[in-house]
């Protein structure tokens, strides 16, 4: 099989149901064409492969992203084993491929055993099969970690093999100081900026929007966010994420008495005003429909992200944030947000330069140069 007849395998896809996971697909899509390859060429390997009917060639990665004991779960933990040896199905497919492109995000964070099961059962094979692979690998932009032991020497192990490792927050960088790594924004903060310029930015009419979710180690999450949506008597509860269990955005707002108004998408079709989002790519989305938003940031990534935009003093920690500041925040958006939109204006250009640089490095080792 030549090189025009292999596929480029996408790894460590999720779920369109989730609308950040779908979005980070569609984005490295869209990269990819950029670095001169046809989304036809592109085979994605998704734990809810059922959600992506719009992909010419989906396949299911070994996981279970309902996190639930059944056959898939089996399947996950028998290619998990499988690829500690060197051995599986999945390896024999990746190994087969042109290039391997893992899609960004941060689905690589084992501080918990609960997260540590998840990094071994959902992405273990994928990774361990991009690290011992004879064709390019490449991990678009990245939050890894922490890594906790028992699987930290491991999972690093495997990182340190692959031949390019971006990595979307400065924290990662420095704790996985591998010559494969260099830092860069994530997929969707560069998509911004490159498309900042014919961004329309609606006037703020309309209910403040708010995206929650269920965070564990949160325990006065909810006390917080009510004290905030009472401080916000015009606003509304968006959906982000529609799955399976406490990840699904809908039983999180059942739970804590919160009524939902319905999907982000769309309500961001309809006027409304800035935007509090825990999600990170639910804050990104509400960016590329020009809403101003204020970040609640749990992990890494999220700080990383709004740094990279150049308003980072308007992210706050999810677990330790004062209603009353973020209140005041959106209101003075509500009354004038030109100079939160000229500081995005202002890391535009670099942003869409990031993404010209990684299609390059991209597209230079889809055709081996040997000069990276």
Request: proline share 7%; net charge negative; charged share 25%.
């Amino acid at each position: 099989m030549d090189d025009a007849t292999r596929p480029i395998s996408i790894v460590h896809a999720f779920s369109r149901r989730n609308a950040g996971d779908g979005l980070l697909v569609d984005l490295t899509l869209e990269l990819l064409t950029d670095a001169g390859v046809r989304p036809e060429q592109c085979r994605v390997y998704a734990l809810d492969p059922e959600s992506f009917p719009d992909l010419a060639q989906v396949e299911r990665a070994p996981g279970e992203p309902a996190a639930k004991p059944s056959f898939k779960l089996m399947h996950a933990a028998a290619e998990a084993a499988k690829a500690g040896l060197g051995l599986g199905s999945l390896r024999r497919k990746l190994h087969a491929s042109r290039a391997i492109v893992a899609v960004g995000g941060g689905y690589l964070v084992g501080d918990e055993p609960i997260r540590q099961a998840g990094i071994m059962l959902n992405h273990f094979a994928q990774l361990a099969a991009a690290a011992d692979a004879p064709c390019p690998t490449v991990y678009l932009p990245q939050s890894i970690g922490p890594l906790d032991p028992p699987t930290a020497s491991l999972i690093e192990g495997k990182l340190r093999k692959i031949d390019r490792l971006w990595v979307r927050d400065d924290e990662t960088a420095s704790e996985l100081p591998f010559d494969c790594v260099e830092r860069a924004p994530d997929l969707a903060v560069m998509k911004l900026g490159r498309s900042f310029a014919n961004l329309e930015i609606p006037p703020s009419q309309g209910p403040v929007v708010l995206v929650g979710r269920d965070l564990p180690r949160a325990p006065t999450l909810t006390r917080d966010l009510r004290a905030l949506a009472d401080s916000l008597p015009n606003h509304v509860w968006a959906v982000q994420a529609e799955t399976e269990g406490k990840r699904d955005d809908r039983e999180f707002y059942r739970r804590s008495g919160f009524e939902w108004s319905g999907r982000m998408s769309e309500i961001m079709r309809a006027p409304s005003g800035p935007v509090v989002s825990i999600r990170l790519h639910g804050a990104i989305a509400a960016l590329l429909a020009g809403r101003p938003v204020v970040h609640l940031a749990y992990e890494r990534k999220g700080w990383g992200a709004f740094e990279d935009l150049g308003i980072a003093d308007y992210v706050h920690d999810v677990r330790h944030f004062d209603p009353k500041i973020v209140a005041d925040q959106i209101v003075a958006l509500q009354n004038d947000a030109s100079a939160y939109w000229d500081a995005i204006k202002g890391a535009a250009n670099r942003l869409s330069d990031n993404w010209d640089g990684i299609a390059q490095d991209l597209s230079a080792r889809l055709e081996n140069r040997g000069d990276l």
